[in-house]
């Protein structure tokens, strides 16, 4: 048998581990790419969470002497009609980056709304050193999902704007 002969499908066997090295590289790239991204929008939500909890704050300090209301919808922290002028605490409703939409979920108390939260009900990535704004309702299935974390305000606490800043990663 001549050399050549012998040597007959070698590099197409080479071609095929290479292929299959670079698939498994690429699979391994991708689920990174997409820990990452999903880490981001976590990120993201942290802080429109954030802003919403501190418009709330705001609103209930800007109350009129005396009183510390809560918005009735989340309108009301776009366009304060509680004075003669045109006051924003949001400039914006936020969306939310688990969902894509401005579909937040009023945490109330009674008709005051004090915090929102998520609709996503996907487990998040991170499960410590959370912001203080962010309260952790008990989980209901035994894992804490994005809709179990409050954005909200301590009810309790004197109306004051300035709440703790979100931590960014």
């Given at each position: 048998m001549s050399?050549?002969?012998?040597?007959?499908?070698?590099?197409?066997?080479?071609?095929?581990?290479?292929?299959?090295?670079?698939?498994?590289?690429?699979?391994?790239?991708?689920?990174?790419?997409?820990?990452?991204?999903?880490?981001e929008r976590e990120t993201e939500l942290i802080f429109a969470g954030g802003e919403i909890a501190r418009a709330i704050a705001r609103y209930r300090a800007d109350?009129?002497?005396?009183?510390?209301?809560?918005?009735?919808?989340?309108?009301?922290?776009?366009?304060d009609r509680r004075v003669p002028y045109v006051r924003r605490h949001l400039r914006r409703l936020y969306r939310d980056p688990?969902?894509?939409?401005?579909?937040?979920?009023?945490v109330r108390e009674g008709e005051r709304i004090v915090g929102v939260r998520s609709r996503s009900e996907r487990e998040p990535l991170r499960?410590?050193?959370?912001?203080?704004?962010?309260?952790?309702?008990?989980?209901?299935?035994?894992?804490?999902?994005?809709?179990?974390?409050?954005?909200?305000?301590?009810?309790?606490a004197p109306a004051t704007p300035a709440l703790t800043e979100a931590r960014r990663p």
């Open positions: 050399p050549r002969h012998r040597q007959a499908g070698g590099l197409y066997l080479l071609m095929l581990f290479a292929v299959f090295g670079l698939g498994l590289g690429l699979a391994r790239f991708g689920s990174v790419w997409s820990t990452t991204a999903w880490r109350s009129p002497a005396g009183r510390s209301d809560f918005p009735q919808t989340l309108g009301d922290l776009l366009e688990m969902t894509g939409l401005a579909d937040w979920v009023p499960s410590g050193a959370l912001p203080d704004f962010i309260r952790v309702k008990p989980p209901r299935e035994g894992s804490v999902h994005y809709s179990d974390w409050i954005f909200r305000i301590d009810p309790l």
